[in-house]
């Protein structure tokens, strides 16, 4: 039932496949050992989400890898092929990979905004931010993957 | 043109939550050709954005963690281990309870009924006691103590030894 959500977590923070595998064994060891405690305060996927988020960004501190820290290059580089020979059909893949190179948290905001519909209050919840944190967040992943995109988007249209 | 551009928020509130952005906002994009052309390249990536394949891990999550939570064949021993030694508890503190108050029974016959018999003169009994058997008593009192103690840390040990097995 929380795979999918989990896996948007677990997939955008964490890259190594190891490593995803012991925390998702971890998350859900968790969840089942505190599954007592949990006092129906939120939705149940939430809930689990939380506890897959706060595992990631246990496991990115202790490897020093900084959640939301944009590469210098992010804004404005252009990772697109200069030959104007984007096809709509590869806008996708495109998108995939400009994602891939978000800072982890944007990522995983993306995701769970887009692809699993999360409310902003219920990101608010599983990450710990403050709902207007995550609004800025997801505005500037956007930007960021629309700056990306704008010469492509000029070069279709052409 | 009724205003300066849409900053990069205001456009992609203009997309997603159009009825939430105020009149001027929505004039101005309706006619302004660059604000057009924004919306419209935030549109097609919000829409690409909705349509990426959703991860998914490479291994098998629930047997993975069945395998944890059910247990292998050595976590299932370590269990029923664990279990026996919580029944063996259990007996033992049964027995210790019952011990103890039949103890307590025993103690309050012996030395309850005469000192009942003899409470009038019982006051003497302390006063007028010799240092040599004060000093007697209070080494019975410190060895008795002290095996108590050699007791409890055998025991403690004992537990320790059986959770680390």
Redesign the interface.
């Given at each position: 039932m929380t795979?999918?959500l989990?896996?948007?977590i677990?997939?955008?923070l964490i890259s190594n496949?190891e490593d995803?595998?012991d925390i998702?064994?971890d998350i859900?060891?968790k969840v089942?050992h505190h599954l007592k405690g949990f006092r129906f305060q939120s939705k149940l996927s939430t809930w689990v989400a939380q506890i897959a988020y706060n595992a990631c960004s246990s496991q990115l501190q202790k490897k020093r890898v900084p959640l939301q820290v944009l590469p210098e290059e992010t804004v404005g580089g252009d990772g697109t092929p200069a030959d104007g020979s984007i096809l709509r059909k590869e806008?996708?893949g495109i998108?995939?990979a400009e994602?891939g190179r978000l800072p982890p948290l944007y990522q995983a905001l993306?995701?769970l905004y887009?692809?699993e519909e999360l409310s902003y209050q219920e990101m608010a919840e599983i990450t710990g931010l403050p709902e207007g944190t995550v609004k800025s967040y997801l505005?500037r992943a956007?930007?960021i993957?629309?700056e990306k995109?704008?010469p492509t988007?000029k070069m279709e249209k052409l | 043109m009724s205003r300066a551009h849409l900053s990069a928020e205001e456009l992609q509130q203009y997309i997603l939550d159009k009825q939430g952005c105020n009149a001027a906002d929505i004039v101005h994009v309706d006619s302004c050709p660059d604000c057009q052309a924004q919306v419209a390249a935030y549109t097609l990536l919000i829409s690409a954005l909705s349509q990426q394949p959703a991860p998914g891990f490479g291994f098998d999550v629930s047997a993975m963690v069945l395998r944890q939570v059910v247990g292998s064949p050595v976590a299932v021993r370590r269990a029923e281990h664990r279990a026996e030694l919580t029944t063996d508890r259990a007996t033992e503190r049964r027995v210790n309870r019952r011990t103890g108050w039949g103890m307590a029974a025993l103690i309050l016959m012996v030395a309850g009924v005469p000192a009942w018999l003899f409470r009038r003169s019982a006051y003497y009994v302390f006063t007028d006691i010799s240092a040599v058997f004060l000093y007697l008593i209070l080494a019975a009192a410190a060895v008795f103590m002290l095996l108590r103690v050699l007791h409890l840390v055998k025991r403690y040990h004992q537990i320790i030894h059986s959770i680390n097995k």
């Open positions: 795979e999918g989990v896996a948007h677990v997939c955008r496949e995803r595998k998702v064994q859900y060891l089942f806008l996708s998108v995939q994602i993306v995701g887009h692809q505005f956007r930007k993957l629309k995109l704008l988007y | -």
